[in-house]
């Protein structure tokens, strides 16, 4: 039997992946190694899943059904689990680029959702990523999983959001147990360098300015890789049954305590010793000015308990920042 992680060469995908391996569980790895992100930094990831047994890398496009049902091959009579983490991310390319998220999210979530119907015989559930973004300009706070999701302020969620309407649509159609999960800011090592956090390190240890958008008042709830890592596995082995019969669950994976952006900067600061300069920006378009995960249904349902405050994570963030940096 196998676990089908998509996205594992990515930064949630590789630490699932990870994880599950030093469970002894069998992992099929699938990415295209996409360059919108530097792609040795994917390969980096991958080696140190190779590190472990039971890892099998698949490098193919989830947004080609045929070409992924061939890759696979004997595979797919194995495959239990499908974890299905690989996307195009980001919210700002998606006002550049809006066709990629076309292609990954819409086109490959429902491939996705086709191979479970038609090609995996003894799967037993499909795990998915969503987004906090799906909340949008909804005001109300804490998210909570029953809030409007439909005022979405970037294509990157509309897409997300039209995943968990398809997947709902597949469970409630041909009964496919599905749980998606919408994660808020994750952020560690080998973290994705197209995020905030991220950036800023990188700014702040080359002494460039950065630019603090909405003028700094932004309030983010970073949630910690291994925190969200546990709330995976657990969707992972969780019966998704809803009153109505319809075996789709939605849950929010968040820390539950957003920090504002000029204490995060503050921490960011501390850790790598050096003052940043901090250039004040008007808000940007597809940006929301704070998220804050509800983690009630989570809590309940997956006993998911994020332990990790930034005060902590974020140093050791750093500490592999450094390396991979060189400074
Ligand atoms: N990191 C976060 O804070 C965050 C927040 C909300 C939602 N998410 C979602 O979680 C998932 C994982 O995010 P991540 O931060 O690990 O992103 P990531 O970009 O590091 O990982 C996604 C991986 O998917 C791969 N991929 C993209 N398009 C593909 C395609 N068509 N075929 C095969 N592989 C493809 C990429 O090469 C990449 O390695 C994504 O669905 C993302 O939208 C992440």
């Known amino acids: 039997?196998?676990?089908?992680?998509?996205?594992?060469?990515?930064?949630?995908?590789?630490?699932?992946a990870r994880a599950?391996?030093?469970?002894?569980?069998?992992v099929i790895g699938i990415d295209n190694l996409d360059p919108y992100y530097d792609p040795a930094l994917k390969r980096h990831r991958l080696e140190w899943l190779g590190e472990l047994p039971g890892f099998r890398f698949i490098q193919a496009d989830i947004a080609d059904l045929e070409g992924l049902v061939a890759a696979l091959g004997d595979e797919l009579a194995r495959v239990r689990v499908v974890i299905h983490l690989a996307a195009q991310a980001g919210v700002r390319y998606s006002l550049e680029n809006p066709f990629a998220y076309a292609?990954?999210?819409?086109?490959?979530?429902?491939?996705?959702?086709e191979l479970c119907r038609h090609h995996l015989?003894?799967?037993?559930?499909?795990?998915?990523?969503?987004?906090?973004s799906v909340y949008g300009a909804n005001r109300e706070i804490p998210f909570a999983e029953h809030h409007r999701v439909d005022q979405p302020v970037s294509l990157y969620a509309a897409t997300k959001r039209a995943d968990e309407l398809m997947s709902e649509t597949y469970a409630r159609l041909y009964g496919l147990p599905q749980v998606g999960l919408r994660f808020f800011t994750v952020y560690g090592p080998m973290g994705r360098p197209d995020m905030a956090y991220f950036l800023f390190a990188d700014a702040i240890a080359a002494g460039r300015p950065i630019r603090l958008f909405n003028h700094g008042r932004m309030r983010r709830d970073f949630t910690w890789i291994e925190d969200v890592v546990a709330g995976v596995l657990a969707a992972a082995a969780y019966q998704p049954v809803r009153e109505d019969g319809v075996p789709h669950r939605l849950f929010n994976l968040g820390n539950h305590r957003p920090v504002a952006l000029l204490d995060f900067v503050h921490m960011l600061?501390?850790?790598?010793?050096?003052?940043?300069?901090?250039?004040l920006a008007p808000m940007q378009p597809g940006d929301v000015e704070e998220t804050f995960a509800d983690i009630t249904a989570a809590q309940r349902e997956l006993g998911f308990a994020p332990t990790t405050p930034l005060e902590e994570g974020l140093p050791r963030f750093i500490v592999w920042h450094r390396r991979w940096r060189g400074y």
């Open 1 to 16: 039997m196998a676990v089908l992680v998509t996205g594992a060469a990515g930064f949630i995908g590789a630490f699932t």
């Open 20 to 26: 599950l391996l030093e469970r002894g569980e069998r």
């Open 103 to 113: 292609r990954s999210n819409l086109l490959g979530h429902l491939a996705i959702l």
């Open 121 to 132: 015989p003894v799967l037993e559930r499909l795990v998915y990523a969503s987004s906090s």
């Open 269 to 279: 600061e501390q850790a790598i010793g050096r003052e940043a300069v901090k250039e």
